[in-house]
C-alpha cells in the first residue's frame, strides 16, 4: 500500500461536512460544573468525551493552506504498515491504530489512554490490544515493543519526563521512539480570540489542560532520556473563508483556554465566539488565516 494510499485511509481526503463539524461539536445538555479543579481533572474532563477532539482533527483535515496529516507524517517516517508491534500511548480517538489494523500491520498493536471512551473507540477492533492506563505508568514489563508513538499528548501530561523514561523503558534495543507536538504559537490567532472572550466574560477559567511542551522544548527533552532525536518539521495554516467553521473550531478551544465543556457558562462563550467569528467575517474582505505546524521528534533505544 503506498504512502498515498494510507493518507486516504486515514481520512485525509474524507469529504467531511460542515454539518458533520456542528453535529460533533453540538452540546449534549450535560450539567454544568464548577471550576476548581487540578490541571490533571480537567485533562480527564476534555477527554471523557471525544467531540472536541473529533471536531479539531477534522478542521485540521478540511480547512488546512495545505494537507494536513501528522498520522500520514508518521507513516512514512516510521515505514508504517509493518511486522513490528507497535504501542500508542495516548490513543486518542483510535483511528491511528484503526487505520494501522486496515492496511496489512501485522505486527502487535496496543493503544492506553486515560480516558475510559478513547478505549471503548478502539477496543472494537480485533487486531488492537485497548488498556486503560496512564503514560507514566506503563502496564507492560521491560522490552516489550519495537515502535512506541506518543501523538499531541505530551503536553498533557504533568511531568513529560516520567512520560519519556516509561516510553524508553517498554522498547526493545533498536526500538523506536516517535511523537508529535504542535509549535507553541499553533492557531494563535484563533487562540486569542479565545482567551478574550473568556476574559472578557468574567469567567474564572480552571488550569489549561496544556503543561507547556511544544516543538521547541521537545527534542531537548527526548534527547536527554534517549541520547540520541532527529526532528521533522511541518508548517501550515488553517484558513477559514466563512464564520461558521471558525466559530466551531473556536469553540472546541475552549478547553485549552481552562474552560472544558461542562463548565458553567460555556455555552453562552460558544454562542459570543459565533457571534464574533460573524461580525469578522461581515466587516472583513479577506479569509481569516491562522498559522500552526508541529514536529515529529524521533528517538532510537541504543
Given at each position: 500500500m503506498s504512502?498515498?494510499d494510507?493518507?486516504?485511509?486515514?481520512?485525509l481526503d474524507a469529504p467531511?461536512?460542515?454539518?458533520?463539524?456542528?453535529?460533533v461539536?453540538?452540546?449534549?445538555?450535560?450539567?454544568e460544573?464548577?471550576?476548581?479543579?487540578?490541571?490533571?481533572?480537567?485533562?480527564?474532563?476534555?477527554?471523557?468525551k471525544?467531540?472536541?477532539?473529533?471536531?479539531?482533527?477534522?478542521t485540521h483535515?478540511?480547512?488546512?493552506e495545505?494537507?494536513?496529516?501528522?498520522?500520514?507524517?508518521?507513516f512514512d517516517l516510521?515505514r508504517?504498515p509493518?511486522?513490528r508491534?507497535?504501542?500508542?500511548i495516548?490513543c486518542?480517538t483510535?483511528?491511528?491504530l484503526?487505520?494501522?489494523a486496515?492496511?496489512?500491520?501485522?505486527g502487535?498493536?496496543?493503544g492506553?489512554?486515560?480516558?475510559?471512551?478513547?478505549?471503548?473507540?478502539?477496543?472494537?477492533v480485533?487486531?488492537?490490544?485497548?488498556?486503560e492506563?496512564?503514560a507514566?505508568?506503563l502496564?507492560f514489563s521491560?522490552?516489550?515493543?519495537?515502535?512506541?508513538?506518543a501523538?499531541?499528548?505530551l503536553y498533557?501530561?504533568p511531568?513529560?519526563?516520567?512520560?519519556?523514561?516509561?516510553a524508553?523503558?517498554?522498547?526493545?534495543s533498536?526500538?523506536t521512539?516517535?511523537a508529535?507536538?504542535?509549535h507553541?504559537?499553533t492557531?494563535?490567532?484563533?487562540i486569542?480570540?479565545v482567551?478574550?472572550?473568556?476574559?472578557?466574560?468574567g469567567?474564572?477559567?480552571a488550569?489549561?489542560p496544556?503543561n507547556?511542551?511544544?516543538?521547541?522544548s521537545?527534542?531537548s527533552?527526548?534527547?536527554q532520556?534517549?541520547?540520541?532525536?532527529?526532528v521533522?518539521?511541518?508548517?501550515?495554516a488553517?484558513?477559514?473563508?466563512?464564520p461558521?467553521?471558525?466559530?466551531?473550531?473556536?469553540?472546541a478551544l475552549?478547553s485549552?483556554c481552562g474552560?472544558?465543556?461542562?463548565?458553567?457558562g460555556h455555552?453562552?462563550?460558544?454562542?459570543?465566539?459565533?457571534?464574533?467569528?460573524?461580525?469578522?467575517?461581515r466587516?472583513?474582505?479577506?479569509?481569516?488565516?491562522?498559522p500552526?505546524?508541529?514536529?515529529?521528534?524521533?528517538?532510537l533505544?541504543?
Amino acid at each position: 500500500m503506498s504512502a498515498a494510499d494510507v493518507r486516504r485511509s486515514i481520512g485525509l481526503d474524507a469529504p467531511l461536512s460542515l454539518e458533520a463539524l456542528h453535529k460533533v461539536q453540538s452540546s449534549r445538555n450535560e450539567p454544568e460544573m464548577p471550576l476548581s479543579r487540578s490541571q490533571e481533572a480537567v485533562v480527564a474532563s476534555e477527554y471523557t468525551k471525544l467531540d472536541s477532539l473529533h471536531t479539531r482533527i477534522a478542521t485540521h483535515r478540511l480547512y488546512s493552506e495545505h494537507p494536513d496529516s501528522p498520522d500520514g507524517a508518521l507513516f512514512d517516517l516510521l515505514r508504517l504498515p509493518s511486522a513490528r508491534s507497535l504501542l500508542d500511548i495516548g490513543c486518542g480517538t483510535g483511528e491511528f491504530l484503526q487505520t494501522l489494523a486496515n492496511t496489512g500491520h501485522s505486527g502487535r498493536l496496543v493503544g492506553i489512554d486515560t480516558s475510559a471512551e478513547a478505549v471503548e473507540a478502539i477496543g472494537h477492533v480485533g487486531e488492537v490490544q485497548a488498556i486503560e492506563a496512564s503514560a507514566i505508568a506503563l502496564p507492560f514489563s521491560d522490552g516489550n515493543f519495537d515502535v512506541a508513538t506518543a501523538r499531541h499528548m505530551l503536553y498533557h501530561v504533568p511531568d513529560p519526563g516520567p512520560a519519556l523514561e516509561e516510553a524508553r523503558r517498554v522498547l526493545r534495543s533498536g526500538g523506536t521512539f516517535a511523537a508529535v507536538v504542535n509549535h507553541s504559537e499553533t492557531v494563535p490567532r484563533t487562540i486569542t480570540l479565545v482567551r478574550d472572550v473568556v476574559r472578557e466574560a468574567g469567567v474564572i477559567a480552571a488550569p489549561s489542560p496544556l503543561n507547556g511542551v511544544h516543538s521547541g522544548s521537545l527534542p531537548s527533552l527526548v534527547q536527554q532520556v534517549f541520547g540520541n532525536h532527529e526532528v521533522r518539521r511541518f508548517d501550515n495554516a488553517l484558513i477559514f473563508d466563512r464564520p461558521e467553521p471558525l466559530a466551531v473550531f473556536a469553540g472546541a478551544l475552549l478547553s485549552f483556554c481552562g474552560v472544558p465543556p461542562e463548565a458553567v457558562g460555556h455555552a453562552s462563550l460558544v454562542q459570543e465566539l459565533a457571534d464574533r467569528a460573524e461580525g469578522w467575517f461581515r466587516d472583513s474582505h479577506t479569509p481569516w488565516r491562522d498559522p500552526k505546524g508541529y514536529i515529529v521528534c524521533t528517538a532510537l533505544v541504543p
